[in-house]
């Protein structure tokens, strides 16, 4: 008998990407489909469509049909043995939903081995209550995220309840939005999928419940019981949504069930093989590349960081600024996020002004000067900010010891300490949270792994190092959610065959000899964390004055 393999997709904005993995965790095949250039009768850009309404923007479900049936096609024409896939699981973009039809779950149950899923009447549209799927750029339910936080005592209320406060893209607004505006579209919606319980729907052939993690980007569940919560299902949906939801969120590493037949008649899969709940993109991020307190930290366009909190006596702490997810694999386990607007973009503006658009001039200007730039503090916002909320321009504080900063305007724009104060305000101003969020007593961070554009700059890198007092790590494979997926797969698998219910996924990550993926690239300096240490609190004061300059605007 072969060796088993193990298959993860990703459905993000743009692509399905499907990725298959061996035991060892090594990547067997990779295969893409790209929606605008393959699938352009959809008419999407960048994947998504926007309108009719102000701040809506959606994906055609039907696209995304079209979209894994096109992917099965590529993975087979490259010679994959889909009779060796023992299990399926993967990732989709958070916060994005699916509206089934009271018709849906027959259809899935006698699905046609000779039709494709998207072949037109065989789901779609029949199986749909709405064509399209609002997803996480939508930004239409300003009232609604107002009328949830209300009807919970306020936006602190509802972040310690679900982990966040109420957000435009999380589901519960846009589900209590299409409630409001299409109540005939809501009233036939027999069930409510996130895009990570839509896609095990198809391999079941029945739908699949919400995953722990993924549940954590509504605003309905729970977040430390990872139970719904009736008054949170009330506000959004009515008596009714808990119905349309489903059973109670499932934790990753479990099975659902075999693949329906449908799979195997047409496409060869062999009969046994399981289908785990899919989690979101970021939490299937964090299961491919890190541990319980591990860090991940993603230099794009935007910043994104993430924090794998172990189990404690104490919850960690939760703000209207953060978002705290349930962790996919491990109960009682949490994730830490939290998102920035301002990342490569500010820092490329700064680069452009102080050293010609020159990275390599850039870098020896934040090499050259010293630790805390001098007393110089640093704020760029280019675009309104999320983390603090609202803030926008540009501000830099002169601090002495552990004085009152003071707002300095004589610094030129090109002047070279703005090179060092840019990185360590992003970073302090994340250093500055981790504190925060972590409970009392938590064991030190153990490993910071670094990912997007920025992550290949050694001078960045190694800030980052010292600043957070971690090694850092860059990971080998770009593919982190497509893989964190497949691995989740091999994870319900390895349980049922040896681990047994109660099995982790560190003892999986042991014995399977899972290949690292890892690349260590820094390393801290002791003395030089102690001076970042120090400048926690002046960060803070100096955030606090821009914070009241902006509200004062």
Known sequence: MSSPLFLGFDLSTQQ????????????????????DIDLPA??????????????????PVLMWLEAIDLVMQRVKNAGVD????????????????????????????????????ADPGHLAPHAFALPNAPIWQDSSTTKDCRNLEAAVGGPQVLADLTGSRAYERFTGPQIARIRRLKPAAYHDSARISLVSSFIPSLFLGHIAPIEVSDASGMNLMNVLTCKWDDALLEAC???????????????GGTILGRISQWWVE?????????????TGD??????????????????????????????????????????????????????????????????????????????????????????????????????????????????????????????????????????????????????????????????????????????????????????????????????AAGTGGAVLAKFAWWKAQVGGANGSFEEMTMETGEVERMRLVAIPKVEVTKVYDGLVDNYRRCEEQVVYLCGQA
């Open 16 to 35: 399905l990407k499907a990725i298959v993995i061996a035991e060892d965790a090594s990547i067997v095949h990779e295969s893409a489909v790209h929606f």
């Open 42 to 59: 959809h008419g999407t850009t960048n994947g998504a469509v926007k309108g009719p309404d102000e701040g809506e923007v959606t994906s």
């Open 82 to 117: 889909l009779s060796a896939i023992a299990g399926i699981s993967g990732a989709g973009q958070q916060h994005g939903s699916v509206y089934w039809s009271e018709e849906a779950e027959k259809a899935l149950a006698v699905m046609d081995p000779k039709r494709s899923l």
């Open 237 to 251: 949906g009515g008596p009714e949504l808990r119905a349309k939801i489903g059973p109670e969120p499932v934790v």
């Open 266 to 278: 047409r496409w060869g899969f062999n009969q046994d093989c399981i289908i785990a709940p899919f």
């Open 282 to 479: 970021n939490s299937a991020t964090v299961v491919a590349l890190s541990a319980p307190g591990d860090a991940l930290l993603s230099l794009g366009t935007s910043t994104t960081f993430l924090l794998s909190i172990p189990p404690a006596d104490l919850p960690p702490a939760r703000f209207t600024t953060s978002h705290l997810l349930s962790h996919p694999t491990t109960l009682d386990a949490q994730i830490a996020m939290l998102c920035y607007k301002n990342g490569a973009l500010a820092r490329e503006q700064i680069r452009n002004r102080c050293a010609g658009a020159d990275w390599a001039r850039y870098n020896e200007l934040v090499e050259q000067s010293p630790q805390g730039s001098s007393g110089f503090m640093g704020f760029y916002f280019p675009l309104p900010e999320i983390i603090p909320p609202g803030v926008q321009g540009e501000f830099i504080f002169q601090c002495k010891d552990n004085g009152e900063p003071r707002l300095v305007h004589e610094l030129q724009p090109d002047a070279s300490q703005h090179a060092r104060a840019i990185l360590e305000s992003q970073f302090l101003s994340i250093k500055s949270r981790i504190t925060a969020i972590l409970p009392a007593h938590s064991p030190p961070l153990q490993r910071l792994i670094v990912t997007g554009g920025s992550s290949a700059n050694q001078t960045i890198r190694q800030l980052a190092a010292d600043v957070f007092g971690m090694r850092v790590y860059v990971a080998e494979s770009k593919e």
